[in-house]
Antibody, heavy 118, light 110 residues
Framework: EVQLVESGGNLVLPGRSLRLSCVASGFNFDDHAMHWVRQRPGKGLEWVSSISWNSGKKDYADSVKGRFTISRDNARNSLYLQMNSLTGDDTALYYC???????????WGRGTLVTVSS | QSALTQPASVSGSPGQSITISCTGTSSDVGGYKYVSWYQQHAGRVPRLIIFGVSYRPSGVSNRFSGSKSGNTASLTISGLQAEDEAQYYCCSYTSSGTLLFGGGTKLTVL
């Protein structure tokens, strides 16, 4: 059974940093690109970032480029999102999502909540 | 980059069919076959219901279908059921190498 379990969400002050993690199981992690998608409270889905299976390609939404860094550790079946210079606009539930090829998210974690507030 | 354009809400009675549109540009929806649709019930995790414009994952009812014409993709749900009441999002690959979601459409089953 595919499982994606996010962690690391927390209440953080504006301007601070946070690192999210996602541990995957139930599939060959190193065969798949992975993504982070966020959802602000009461709002829609927003794609944040993606990383190819071998970390050779990383992409970011304009809203986070230069502040967020995606990475993965295939030996640990883990995906990460380093978030710096956080603002209130980054307050959201952050989902880890598995790509099933062709930019399709076939499995999603339950999300981890990031709240940026003073 | 602005979200793909979806109607904020649609509604239909049980048994009817509804269509949700998703309008982008030639740099996203119109330029690629990489359009997917997700269903999200309140408080739940999004679920893939259509990928590659018109393909259904295993386990998804054949009442759900997808299509595309020019820069607009569409999701059609036939034989509406109460359980279909949810938020629906389209998503497309873009020429920038990024992904773009639609703003979401709330489906109400009357």
């Amino acid at each position: 059974e595919v499982q994606l379990v996010e962690s690391g969400g927390n209440l953080v002050l504006p301007g601070r940093s946070l690192r999210l993690s996602c541990v995957a199981s139930g599939f060959n992690f190193d065969d798949h690109a992975m993504h982070w998608v966020r959802q602000r409270p009461g709002k829609g889905l927003e794609w944040v970032s993606s990383i190819s299976w071998n970390s050779g390609k990383k992409d970011y939404a304009d809203s986070v480029k230069g502040r967020f860094t995606i990475s993965r550790d295939n030996a640990r079946n883990s995906l990460y999102l380093q978030m710096n210079s956080l603002t209130g606009d980054d307050t959201a539930l952050y989902y880890c999502a598995k790509e099933d090829g062709d930019y399709t998210f076939d499995f999603w974690g339950r999300g981890t909540l990031v709240t940026v507030s003073s | 980059q602005s979200a793909l354009t979806q109607p904020a809400s649609v509604s239909g009675s049980p048994g009817q069919s509804i269509t949700i549109s998703c309008t982008g540009t030639s740099s996203d929806v119109g330029g690629y076959k990489y359009v997917s649709w997700y269903q999200q019930h309140a408080g739940r995790v999004p679920r893939l219901i259509i990928f590659g414009v018109s393909y259904r994952p295993s386990g998804v009812s054949n009442r759900f279908s997808g299509s595309k014409s020019g820069n607009t993709a569409s999701l059609t749900i036939s034989g509406l059921q109460a359980e279909d009441e949810a938020q629906y999002y389209c998503c497309s690959y873009t020429s920038s190498g990024t992904l773009l979601f639609g703003g979401g459409t709330k489906l109400t089953v009357l």
